[in-house]
Antibody
Framework: EVQLVQSGAEVKKPGESLKISCKGS????????IGWVRQMPGKGLEWMGI????????RYSPSFEGQVTISADKSISTAYLQWSSLKASDTAMYYC???????????WGQGTLVTVSS | QSALTQPASVSGSPGQSITISCTGT?????????VSWYQQHPGKAPKLMIY???NRPSGVSNRFSGSKSGNTASLTISGLQAEDEADYYC??????????FGGGTRLTVL
C-alpha cells in the first residue's frame, strides 16, 4: 500500500527556520516525483514544486522559488520542505504528494500544519 | 503564473447533474491533455477524481466524468449524492514545466 506520512504540526515564530518531512512507503520512492502543495487557511490549493528523489531534479513554481527549499534523501525515502526564515504568511497546511512530472497526483500525505505567530 | 479560473460555487439537488468549469490559457489547458480534478472534503487531503482530462482512477464512481474544449476543462457529476458535497479543484501542467491549480469550487448538494 502506497503511503506518504508527514511530520507533525509545528508552531514557530517569525524569523525561525523549519524543515518538514514526508516519508514514502509501499513503492519505489526513488522513481516517482514528490510534489508539495500549500493550502492557506480557508483557501485553495497552490502548487509549490516537485522533486525527483532519484537524482534530486527539482522544479519550483515561480511563486515559491527562493522562498522555500525542496530536497530529498532517497536512502531513507523521505522528502523535505524547508524555510530559512518563516513569515506569518507561511501559516498553512502543507501537503506532500506523489506526482507524475507532467500529470496527476495519485497519493497525498495527511498534511502538516505550520503556524507562524509571534 | 495565474491560477486556473473556476466558479466559486455550484449547487444541485440529489439526482441532478452539475458541471464545473476550469478555464486556463493556451500555455496550460489549451496545450496539454494533462488536466486533473481533485475532491477535498473539509479537514481532509484532496483525492484524485479525474486525470488526463477524461480518465477515472480505479475506485472512483463513473458518475464523475471529465472533458475539455480549447482552454476550458469541465468536470461533470451526474446523479448527485449528498457525499459529493465538497470542494473541487482542477489542475494542469504548463509550458513552464510547472503545475497550476484552479481556485476551487464548492459544491453544495441541496
Amino acid at each position: 500500500e502506497v503511503q506518504l506520512v508527514q511530520s507533525g504540526a509545528e508552531v514557530k515564530k517569525p524569523g525561525e527556520s523549519l524543515k518538514i518531512s514526508c516519508k514514502g512507503s509501499g513503492y519505489s520512492f526513488s522513481t516517482y516525483w514528490i510534489g508539495w502543495v500549500r493550502q492557506m487557511p480557508g483557501k485553495g490549493l497552490e502548487w509549490m514544486g516537485i522533486i525527483y528523489p532519484g537524482d534530486s531534479d527539482i522544479r519550483y513554481s515561480p511563486s515559491f522559488e527562493g522562498q522555500v527549499t525542496i530536497s530529498a534523501d532517497k536512502s531513507i525515502s523521505t522528502a523535505y520542505l524547508q524555510w530559512s526564515s518563516l513569515k506569518a504568511s507561511d501559516t498553512a497546511m502543507y501537503y506532500c504528494a506523489r506526482q507524475y512530472l507532467t500529470a496527476k497526483i495519485d497519493y497525498w500525505g495527511q498534511g502538516t500544519l505550520v503556524t507562524v505567530s509571534s | 503564473q495565474s491560477a486556473l479560473t473556476q466558479p466559486a460555487s455550484v449547487s444541485g439537488s440529489p439526482g441532478q447533474s452539475i458541471t464545473i468549469s476550469c478555464t486556463g490559457t493556451s500555455s496550460d489547458i489549451g496545450f496539454y491533455n494533462h488536466v486533473s480534478w481533485y475532491q477535498q472534503h473539509p479537514g481532509k487531503a484532496p483525492k484524485l477524481m479525474i486525470y488526463d482530462v477524461i480518465n477515472r482512477p480505479s475506485g472512483v464512481s463513473n458518475r464523475f466524468s471529465g472533458s475539455k474544449s480549447g482552454n476550458t476543462a469541465s468536470l461533470t457529476i451526474s446523479g448527485l449524492q449528498a457525499e459529493d458535497e465538497a470542494d473541487y479543484y482542477c489542475s494542469s501542467y504548463t509550458t513552464a514545466s510547472t503545475h497550476v491549480f484552479g481556485g476551487g469550487t464548492r459544491l453544495t448538494v441541496l
